[in-house]
């Protein structure tokens, strides 16, 4: 079987910061499992993109990237139960070694469940982190240098940056 590491997130959307820890867990990992996170929201201002959208541009990334085979994505959404939701994660994926997270309160809910955890070392988080992006859109500020080139576009081909000036205005956070 393979030696696999599992990463949840939201993915709102994926980032150069989440492609730096894909690729750092890939040197050490042969496969990595991204859990996308809070399936079930979408066309709000904190999720602006579905989990089938975010599932779409992640995948048109990694073939992109000729990452195809070494990642699996799999949508997985919020149960109000922090501790239940770890094994809820679990019970969906291929079977990981370990958990890997910058958020200390995934990484902490995993290591009590007794599970390996990695703590991934954010990458330049002030520039790179999604509420930043999702904020850049809003305001018609640069966000495109922040997300791979095919995210960028996959964004734009779904009228990303309108849809999250129309929600955050809606009130719909
Ligand atoms: N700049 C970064 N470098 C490395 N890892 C990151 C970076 N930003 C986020 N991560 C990690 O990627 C995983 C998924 O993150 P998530 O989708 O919540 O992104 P985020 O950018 O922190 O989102 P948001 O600001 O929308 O809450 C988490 O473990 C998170 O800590
Ligand atoms: N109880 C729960 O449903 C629960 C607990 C912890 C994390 N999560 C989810 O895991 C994902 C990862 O969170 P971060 O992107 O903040 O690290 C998010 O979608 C978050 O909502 C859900």
């Known amino acids: 079987m393979a030696k696999r590491v599992l990463m ?5 959307p ?7 820890a894909l690729r750092s867990l890939l040197e050490e990992y042969e496969e990595v499992v991204l859990a ?13 993109f579905t989990a089938g959208e975010r599932l779409e541009m992640i995948d048109i990334f990694l073939k992109h990237e000729g990452l195809r085979g070494r990642v699996w994505l ?21 079977k ?11 990484l902490y809910i995993y290591k009590w469940a007794g599970l390996k955890t990695i703590e991934l070392k954010l ?6 982190n999604g509420s930043r992006i999702r904020s850049l859109m ?5 966000w495109r240098s922040l997300v791979p080139g095919v995210i960028a576009e996959y964004i734009e081909a779904v009228d990303g940056v309108e849809r999250v000036r129309k929600v955050c205005s809606s009130g719909v956070y």
């Not at 949840?8 to 709102?12: D, L, N």
């Open 8 to 12: 949840p997130g939201r993915f709102q």
């Open 14 to 20: 994926f980032h150069n910061g989440h492609y730096h």
């Open 36 to 48: 996308v996170g809070s399936a079930q929201e979408g066309f709000t201002c904190q999720n602006p």
């Open 74 to 94: 799999i949508p997985v959404p919020d149960i109000r139960m922090p501790l239940a939701w770890t094994t809820h994660v679990l019970s969906m994926a291929p």
């Open 96 to 106: 990981v070694e370990a958990v890997a997270s910058g958020n200390p309160h995934v």
């Open 123 to 128: 990458h330049e988080p002030s520039r790179y």
């Open 138 to 142: 809003l305001e018609g500020g640069e």
